[in-house]
């Protein structure tokens, strides 16, 4: 079980089960999509992730704002040396364990000898800050 699913299964167990089964999909929202394109990019797999999401461009081929909005983000990522320095870690470390008798599952964003490092791309920092 990883975040994600706990969150499923908090939210609609019936769902979760569901999702699990194949037989429910969930959406794919724009925020979701945002913060894997981030994600992708630092990872070194963008080009793929646009492959598999033509929902991210315009009939014209550009991208939709929100991932223009992205590559501003990426390119103000990239401008900062000590942001960076946390993005040199082992990329995309997949990492399982036990919690009380339920496997889980973490996927950490980069992995460092005395650190984890996990990027989240979020439209305001309010609603989360205490």
């Known amino acids: 079980m990883g975040v994600s699913q706990f969150k499923a299964f908090e939210e609609c167990p019936a ?3 569901a999702e699990i089964n194949g037989e429910f999909v969930r959406e794919k929202t724009s925020s979701l999509l945002v913060g894997s394109y981030v994600d992708a990019h630092f990872e070194g797999t963008l080009d793929i992730f646009k492959a598999q999401n033509p929902e991210i461009f315009k009939r014209d081929g550009s991208l939709k704002s929100e991932y223009v909005q992205a590559e501003k983000i990426i390119e103000r990522i990239e401008r900062d040396d ?5 993005t040199n870690g082992k990329k995309q470390v997949i990492m399982t364990g036990d919690i ?8 950490i964003d980069f992995l460092h000898d005395d650190k984890i490092v996990d990027l989240k791309i979020m439209k305001e920092f309010e609603p989360i800050y205490k």
């Open 82 to 86: 000590f942001f960076m320095s946390f």
């Open 100 to 107: 009380e008798g339920v496997a889980v599952k973490i996927k």
């Open 15 to 17: 769902r979760a089960i």
